[in-house]
């Protein structure tokens, strides 16, 4: 029992001892050396990582001029790698490299797919024609990019209205060929400029 009694007091001077120190040495005034690499780790880290967010930020601001001047060129092609048939088509993936849209000026290369047909099953044909007649052609600057619109007979007897809306932030655009007579068709691709 004295043992256990002896034991008792030890630890308790012990812990009297100690508890100052602990308290001490977790003052929050005084510098923590333990973790210093790791401060350094990560302000370096937070340096790295603005310079990136900066030269991302240039290189999109970059690309967004080259979109708009591209756009204001009127020298570009819509390539399209995805279209289908209004109101609700199934949609088909182009993996034919000549398929495309070209402005060049004030002329239309025009090699597209485009279904036909007063109703279903409508009859896939493909468009490969230059178009010089084009009325009603425009370029309007909206919030994401830029709207180009055309009318064209495409020397048939059926009036074809082009509506390509190009976003500046992706290089995206799609494109919709309506006509007076046939569904309208949507088509999804990218910009590529003709130089």
């Given at each position: ?21 602990v308290v ?37 601001a970059e ?27 199934s949609s ?104």
């Amino acid at each position: 029992m004295k043992k256990i009694l002896l034991i008792i007091a030890i630890s308790a001077s012990l812990a009297t001892l100690i508890v100052p120190l602990v308290v001490t040495s977790t003052n929050p005034t005084e510098p923590s050396t333990t973790f210093a690499p790791d401060r350094k780790r990560e302000s370096s880290l937070d340096e790295r990582h603005q310079e990136r967010i900066a030269k991302r930020r240039a290189r999109q601001a970059e690309f967004e001029r080259w979109v708009d001047s591209t756009i204001l060129s009127h020298h570009y092609r819509f390539v399209p790698t995805m279209f289908n048939v209004e109101p609700a088509g199934s949609s088909h993936i182009i993996t034919n490299p000549n398929i495309e849209l070209a402005i060049l000026g004030d002329w239309a290369d025009v090699h597209l797919p485009v279904y036909q047909g007063f109703t279903p099953p409508y009859r896939l044909v493909i468009f490969n024609t230059s178009v010089s007649n084009l009325a009603n052609f425009t370029t309007i600057q909206t919030d994401n990019g830029w709207t180009i619109s055309f009318d064209s007979w495409l020397y048939t007897s059926n009036d074809y209205n082009f509506t390509l809306e190009v976003y500046s932030k992706t290089g995206g655009a799609t494109l919709t060929l309506s006509s007076t007579f046939y569904p309208t068709t949507t088509y999804w691709g990218s910009i590529v400029g003709v130089y």
